[in-house]
């Protein structure tokens, strides 16, 4: 069994549509993150969530959304897609907020033409 | 605010051989975690090993193995024995013990390559 998992896994659309990455846990975490992998490889956090609540927000812009139904769950929905959201999105999820190690999803490959 | 450094953006090694990938970190923190985690082509994020700053003695994983130096803020990460299954990008990672957000930092990684 997948302990996190994400779909789509590859995603290529025209600039200014509408598109969600779906996230799920099976690890019973708590803790919850968006990541972002630009094409020079870099990752940067973008969401955290803590039991469905918002604890991270770091500087994206407000197209980027993220929703957690439940805490073993969090989606992320982009609006209005641009040519510089291109980038590999990964979830990930933790215990909680403060000990060991994060596991990943595989990543979605998001490709705005 | 804490931010890792890795040095060597691509590193190459002879199958069997050993190699090390450098990672420095700057915080003002005196509890945390370090990790490094290894993304071949597959593009899926794997935890290779993990070191708890309290702890003085130097994770090992098999083959794997860190030179954890808190005092230089200092965390490399030596590859024994090489093998071409090792070829990535190796990331370097700080999180905070005890904080409330709980996110890990990166470097910007190292690409290995292991020649056969």
């Known amino acids: 069994d997948t302990a996190v998992s994400q779909t789509p896994k590859y995603l290529v659309t025209q600039m200014g549509n509408d598109k969600s990455i779906k996230c799920e846990q099976n690890?019973?975490?708590?803790?919850m993150y968006w990541y972002k992998q630009d094409s020079k490889k870099f990752l940067k956090i973008m969401f955290s969530?803590?039991?469905?609540?918002?604890?991270i927000n770091e500087t994206v812009p407000n197209r980027f959304s993220p929703k957690s139904p439940d805490k073993a769950h969090l989606n992320l929905h982009i609006n209005s897609l641009e040519l510089g959201d291109s980038a590999v999105y990964f979830c990930a999820s933790s215990r909680d907020t403060n000990t060991g190690e994060l596991f990943f999803g595989e990543g979605s490959r998001l490709t705005v033409l | 605010a804490q931010t890792v450094t890795q040095s060597q953006p691509e590193m190459s090694v002879q199958e069997a051989e050993t190699v090390t990938l450098s990672c420095t970190y700057d915080t003002s923190e005196s509890d945390y975690y370090l990790f490094w985690y290894k993304q071949p082509p597959s593009r899926q994020m794997i935890l290779v090993i993990r070191q708890e700053a309290y702890k003085q003695q130097n994770a090992t994983e098999n083959r794997f193995s860190v030179n954890f130096q808190k005092a230089a803020k200092s965390f490399s990460l030596k590859i024994s024995d090489s093998q071409l299954g090792d070829a990535a990008m190796y990331f370097c990672?700080?999180?905070?013990?005890?904080?409330?957000?709980?996110?890990?930092?990166f470097g910007k990684g190292t690409k290995l390559s292991v020649k056969p």
């Open positions: 990672a700080y999180r905070s013990y005890g904080g409330s957000q709980g996110n890990l930092i």
């Open positions: 969530y803590n039991n469905k609540e918002l604890i």
């Open positions: 690890l019973g975490h708590d803790t």
